[in-house]
């Protein structure tokens, strides 16, 4: 299919993406290409409410519609979708939840991964599919859609908007937790929705210890507290449970340096730009590393044949969660210094070595 004919024939685009935050982050380059190549197109993505934040005003999306991927939320999809015309429905997902939706916008024209690459019986719903994408990351997947209309110039920003007052907020949640205006903060984010994707909050502690050495002042958000973080410490702030998606986003533009595991939250500070550090443990990093241009993956977890096995089943390596357990607060320390040598703005305060009697 060549632009001009994708031009002329589709100008409503239904995007059927019920997914994570991250995956949603890492869909942004797509929409963008899209926008760029298909300008007079209307993009209406349905997704995740949980993920909905990302995409709120953002240039490259018209509209978003609601949908968990439970069953008992599709009466809400269908009344969502009723009296709609789409010319076409791209199903980024490949499994049951993303093929449903895509079928409900009753599109002229419907694609999707090739069958041998989907899961749940997606064939069943039907769909043209666009080739393989196999091997390839989350981005260059979602990207493939683009290149198969005929879109050929890539956006591979994402182009995530933050608005003024968002960040304004962040900067009062940490004036009123006696956080200077020029302090340099490193962000740690503690926990992660999938538990075999959460690193030990011990480990983080001894990261937040060596970062605050360093000069840092360390800011640690988690959806709940968490111990040892609940007792505070010098140089330590901690938001467990006070920021939303959004308000994430603002706290993150003031951040020098973020950190965590593989969620949702790292994979925004690292479309905003942010350096940030995340650990990998069961997810392939070659495939849904956080995607951004100061970016350090921390895995211990290449020798592993179970590596992989991201999915909420039961950790069957007899060294329980070794893929994580492996990964020591100094790899995640040493990953902060080289992405500081890249930052002359911080580099004086985060590639510093700690004093010899810090803990």
């Given at each position: 299919?060549?632009?001009?004919?994708?031009?002329?024939?589709f100008?409503?685009?239904?995007?059927?993406?019920?997914?994570?935050?991250?995956?949603?982050v890492?869909?942004?380059?797509?929409?963008?290409?899209?926008?760029?190549?298909?300008?007079?197109?209307?993009?209406?993505?349905?997704?995740?409410?949980?993920?909905?934040?990302?995409?709120?005003?953002?240039?490259?999306?018209?509209?978003?519609?609601?949908?968990?991927?439970?069953?008992?939320?599709?009466?809400?999809?269908?009344?969502?979708?009723a009296?709609?015309?789409?010319d076409?429905?791209l199903?980024?997902?490949?499994?049951a939840?993303?093929?449903?939706?895509?079928?409900?916008?009753?599109?002229?024209?419907?694609?999707?991964?090739?069958?041998?690459?989907?899961?749940?019986?997606?064939?069943?719903?039907?769909?043209?599919?666009?080739?393989?994408?196999?091997?390839?990351?989350?981005?260059?997947?979602?990207?493939?859609?683009?290149?198969?209309?005929?879109?050929?110039?890539?956006?591979?920003?994402?182009?995530?908007?933050?608005?003024p007052?968002e960040?304004?907020?962040?900067?009062?949640?940490?004036?009123s937790?006696?956080?200077?205006?020029?302090?340099p903060?490193?962000?740690?984010?503690?926990?992660?929705?999938n538990?075999?994707?959460?690193?030990?909050?011990v480990?983080f502690?001894?990261?937040?210890?060596?970062?605050?050495?360093?000069?840092?002042?360390?800011?640690?958000?988690?959806?709940?507290?968490?111990?040892?973080?609940?007792?505070?410490?010098?140089?330590?702030?901690?938001?467990a449970?006070?920021?939303?998606?959004?308000?994430?986003?603002?706290?993150?533009?003031?951040?020098?340096?973020?950190?965590?595991?593989?969620?949702?939250?790292v994979?925004?500070?690292?479309?905003?730009?942010?350096?940030?550090?995340?650990?990998?443990?069961?997810?392939?990093?070659?495939?849904?590393?956080?995607?951004?241009?100061?970016?350090?993956?921390?895995?211990r977890?290449?020798?592993?044949?179970?590596v992989?096995?991201?999915?909420?089943?039961?950790?069957?390596?007899p060294?329980?969660?070794?893929c994580?357990?492996?990964?020591?607060?100094?790899?995640?320390?040493?990953?902060?210094?080289?992405?500081?040598?890249?930052?002359?703005a911080?580099?004086?305060?985060?590639?510093?070595?700690?004093?010899?009697n810090?803990?």
């Amino acid at each position: 299919m060549d632009l001009e004919e994708s031009r002329r024939r589709f100008r409503a685009i239904a995007i059927a993406f019920p997914s994570s935050i991250g995956n949603t982050v890492q869909a942004l380059p797509l929409l963008n290409t899209l926008r760029r190549g298909l300008p007079e197109a209307r993009v209406t993505v349905i997704t995740k409410p949980s993920s909905a934040p990302v995409l709120d005003a953002h240039p490259a999306v018209d509209e978003c519609l609601p949908f968990s991927g439970r069953l008992g939320d599709l009466p809400a999809l269908v009344r969502g979708l009723a009296g709609r015309r789409f010319d076409l429905s791209l199903d980024l997902g490949g499994v049951a939840k993303s093929a449903l939706a895509s079928a409900l916008t009753r599109a002229r024209l419907r694609l999707g991964y090739a069958y041998a690459e989907c899961r749940d019986l997606v064939w069943v719903l039907g769909h043209r599919p666009i080739g393989r994408v196999e091997g390839m990351s989350n981005v260059d997947r979602y990207l493939a859609f683009a290149r198969a209309l005929g879109v050929r110039e890539e956006v591979r920003e994402a182009l995530l908007p933050v608005r003024p007052q968002e960040v304004e907020r962040a900067r009062a949640l940490l004036r009123s937790r006696g956080v200077g205006a020029s302090e340099p903060l490193a962000v740690l984010v503690l926990d992660a929705s999938n538990w075999k994707k959460s690193w030990d909050p011990v480990r983080f502690d001894q990261v937040a210890r060596g970062l605050a050495a360093r000069g840092l002042r360390v800011v640690t958000v988690a959806h709940e507290p968490l111990a040892p973080f609940t007792t505070g410490g010098p140089h330590r702030v901690d938001l467990a449970g006070q920021c939303g998606l959004r308000d994430l986003m603002g706290l993150f533009r003031l951040a020098a340096v973020v950190a965590g595991s593989d969620t949702g939250p790292v994979h925004l500070a690292a479309a905003l730009g942010r350096p940030t550090v995340a650990v990998f443990g069961p997810t392939r990093a070659e495939r849904y590393r956080p995607y951004g241009p100061a970016v350090e993956v921390v895995r211990r977890n290449l020798d592993l044949p179970c590596v992989g096995c991201s999915r909420r089943n039961p950790c069957t390596h007899p060294m329980h969660h070794a893929c994580m357990r492996r990964v020591d607060p100094a790899d995640v320390l040493g990953a902060v210094r080289t992405l500081g040598a890249r930052e002359p703005a911080w580099a004086a305060v985060a590639v510093q070595p700690a004093p010899q009697n810090s803990r």
